[in-house]
């Protein structure tokens, strides 16, 4: 049977190599997708590319979800989802925080997930049941902080309607919290909750390539990772903290945030 965790930590490990060997400058080609924000560089495509081609020559029947390439049918009922750069904006313009991220659900569930965090040399892994690991230390995230003392992780979309709505989201949470990160990746922000580097995220909109890897990493970590009122996390909202602080920060964001269009 495949190591799935084996398999993905190779390919996110030769992608990376791949980006850094290819580094752009900000004068590379670059084109937008939903708003003049939202950049996606040749080598976004070309870190798909590379990673598609592994997982089917490897497992030529499973499914391929990517951001740049759409889906990839297969008949396995193993699917792989893939962001192969998360934080594209921090790629472009040289800062640290930017992953590739590759999730391995079966049937749906995520059973393996890794995140190549390239800069900062940081390979974060998964399993279902078998834990979280950076650097062969199993990670535990943050237990019990109150809202007051929690530094919290947030991101905001490329829509400024939705950009509207989040800012005043953010103005009212951060009174009431320790203070506020951005780091430009949601599975980087995932990551630094399952590491204890921050107490929680939220984000709204984000979608499944964000955050299917990171997910794993975080809940296995102890994390817990779901939606607002019950829900699970999905494209609609995305919230994650320890024991505790999630049902807290829960309910100011469900206040603050009802569901809102934007
Ligand atoms: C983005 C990052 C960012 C988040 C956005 C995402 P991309 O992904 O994860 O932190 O705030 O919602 O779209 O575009 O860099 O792959
Ligand atoms: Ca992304
Ligand atoms: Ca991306």
């Known amino acids: 049977m495949t190591d799935f965790a084996a398999l993905a ?34 080598l976004d495509k070309a870190s798909e590319e590379l990673i598609r081609a592994r997982v089917l020559a490897a497992r030529p029947d ?15 009922g193993v699917r792989w989802v893939v962001d192969p750069i998360d934080g594209t904006v921090n790629f472009l313009y040289g800062l640290p925080d930017w992953a590739v991220s590759i999730a391995v659900e079966v049937d749906g569930v995520a059973v393996a997930g890794v995140v190549n965090v390239v800069p900062r040399g940081e390979m974060f892994t998964a399993t279902l049941g078998g834990g979280a690991w950076l650097a062969g230390d199993r990670l535990t995230c943050n237990r019990d902080v109150p809202l007051d003392r929690s530094l919290v992780a947030t991101g905001f979309g490329y829509a400024p309607g939705r950009r509207a709505v ?22 980087v922000d995932l990551c630094s909750v399952a590491a204890g580097r921050v107490d929680a995220y939220y984000e709204r909109g ?7 890897a990171a997910g794993l990493i975080a809940a296995e970590a102890g994390a817990r990772i779901g939606g607002l009122h019950g829900r699970p996390v999905s494209d609609s909202f995305a919230l994650c903290a320890g024991p505790g602080l999630f049902a807290e920060l829960h309910d100011v964001l469900a206040a603050l945030d009802p569901e809102r269009d934007a």
């Open 206 to 212: 984000v979608n499944h390539w964000d955050h299917a």
């Open 166 to 187: 989040q800012g005043e989201v953010v103005a009212a949470v951060l009174p009431l919290v320790r203070d506020i990160r951005r780091s430009g990746s949601c599975a």
């Open 62 to 76: 499973d499914t391929i979800l990517g951001e740049e390439g759409g889906d990839i049918p297969g008949s396995s």
């Open 9 to 42: 930590e190779d390919i996110a490990r030769e992608a990376g190599e791949m980006l850094l060997a290819k580094r752009p400058t900000m004068s590379s080609a670059v084109e937008t997708k939903s708003s003049p924000t939202d950049v996606v560089t040749a």
